[in-house]
């Protein structure tokens, strides 16, 4: 690196802290890429991929884009499954002196965009976590952009796999001692296929975790979310917090309570019978075309359809509840005039 410019030393300085992630480093009015992440910027966004320091001999790839167009290539992408680390210029560039200062605001996947662009607002975008703690199976789920936040414990791996399929996450998390669920791994890729990234073992400690999320919620103890001795998936939980902390840049404080629930809570609909039903997707062609959410969804809101989906995916056992929501339907049903104000 002694040959390398004092522009290039410090984007060398800060890829080396990102080295799974593309480097969207910012320079005046662009966002430049650099090297290997040229290559896939100018493939995947469609870019043209020209050449800096073209007469040194060993000429550096580059593509770049508009600052401005930053959510347009961003969703490209995310969709492609990429996890991106946005570098800013921390300072006025015509009151710097010297190089401009840069850092990393923000590392964007899959599974942490919030930008409403990128989103189907009537589905959750969730990022899921998963553990294993003595032959238990800890699974916790976020959607950054509404700020839900759930836990369970499984113990099972079919029940785990039912439940990510009722998810359908964007992004998972696991830890590095999980690659050794081999099978596990490969049902979540074949059915889901959502992109799953790695974080260091002791993320995923029981001790490490705990603190965490009592850090995060500012209490000292875990009984008020009904998890404190659950270690799975304290475990699962507190992992994605730290997750989000570490690629935010940011405490995420609009996720204000953590809700623990249990598969008896509602019927277990594993992952063959939501695919070969057609809840969700259709066998055909992955889409919404023909599936029972096709059929039932007539939500007028973002808010709405998310229920909906839950709905489905959820179905009520307890028969006070299913009474409790017939009685909501007729009532409805009776008053038309009502029901279309509602609407409105």
Known sequence: MSTLTPLMKQYHNVKRQYPDAIMFFRMGDFYETFYEDAKIASRVLGIALTSRDKDSGEPVPLAGFPHHAIDTYLAKFVKAGYKVAVCEQMEDPRKAKGIVKREVIRVVTPGTVIEPNILDQKTNNYLASISKIDNKYGFAYVDLSTGEFYVTELDTPNKLLAEIERIHPAECIISEQFEKE???????????????????????????????????????????????????????????????????????????????????????????????????????????????????????????????????????????????????????????????????
């Open 182 to 344: 081999v099978d596990i791994l490969k049902t979540i890729t074949a059915t889901v296929n959502p992109a799953i990234n790695k974080v260091p073992s002791w993320v995923f400690s029981y001790d490490s975790a705990r603190s965490e999320l009592l850090d995060h919620f500012h209490t000292i103890t875990l009984d008020g979310f009904g998890c404190e001795n659950i270690l799975s998936a304290v475990s699962s939980a507190g992992a994605l917090i730290y997750y989000l902390n570490d690629t935010q840049k940011q405490k995420v404080q609009h996720i204000r309570s953590l809700s623990t629930y249990s598969l008896d809570e509602h019927m277990i609909l594993d992952a063959d019978t939501q695919r070969n039903l057609e809840l969700m997707r259709s066998l055909r062609d992955g889409s919404v075309k023909g599936t029972l959410l096709e059929v039932l969804d007539e939500t007028l809101t973002p808010m709405g359809g998310r229920k909906m989906r839950s709905c489905i995916l959820r179905p009520l056992i307890d028969t006070g509840q299913i009474r409790s929501r017939l009685d909501a339907v007729a009532e409805f049903h009776s008053r038309i005039v009502f029901l279309d104000e509602f609407r409105e």
